[in-house]
């Protein structure tokens, strides 16, 4: 996973559980203190997983609060499904080895599930040609050809001016007409991953759930499960 923050998940989750128990133990007058930490004691597997359930609660309602920004598409840049029942978001920077590992991935997600939706957004954190490359993509999904343009430039090496060129070239794009919304979208995405605690690329939002850097397409698909319910 590239890395551009680190997150303050871990520390912020351990206060809050710390705050819960404290408080349910005065609750009660004090006395299920040493019951609790006799269990922990006895089971200390059980933290972890209090502390992620928690997690994804805190993330759930983060999710709610920001849906439109993270599902609706930016133009043409979707794929799979329209009217999936379930939205991958992909959030991506074209110089993030593990956002071009995960290409084949998302592809083989698409093809086994014909119900996802994938939507990608551009984070462009790790170099300014990570920003030429963002602003061109948008270029693209206005102008209809995401999907050429996305897989173009992943195809053509290293982030440079000539790679965003030749991808343009490929995908039949003029990458000079970047619409006039173009930076607002990109602010927008900046500000909800720092909300959601992002700490690189890819980052993922499936459902309520998020999920950070290279996942393989068991995880994807178990999240897609989850989000359905199933």
Known sequence: MSRWRLPAAALAGGIIGAGAMWSLDQARGGAVGPQVRDYLL?????????????QDRENAKLVAQHREAIVKPYASAWAG?????????????????YCRAALPVVAQLIARDPQVRVVYRELPVLAESSRA????SLAAAAQGKHARFHEALYAGGPVTSASIAAASR??????ARVPANAQAELDRNL???RTLGFSGTPSWV????IL?????LEALEAAVKAARGD
């Open 42 to 54: 006895a089971h200390p597997e059980v933290i972890p997983e209090a502390m992620t359930r928690l």
């Open 191 to 193: 500000e909800v991953a």
């Open 206 to 209: 499936i459902g309520d759930r």
């Open 133 to 136: 490359a963002a602003r061109a």
């Open 170 to 175: 490929a995908a039949g794009i003029d990458p």
């Open 81 to 97: 499904n329209p009217r999936g029942d379930v939205t991958v978001v992909e959030y991506l920077d074209y110089n993030c080895g």
């Open 212 to 216: 950070s850097g290279a996942q393989p």
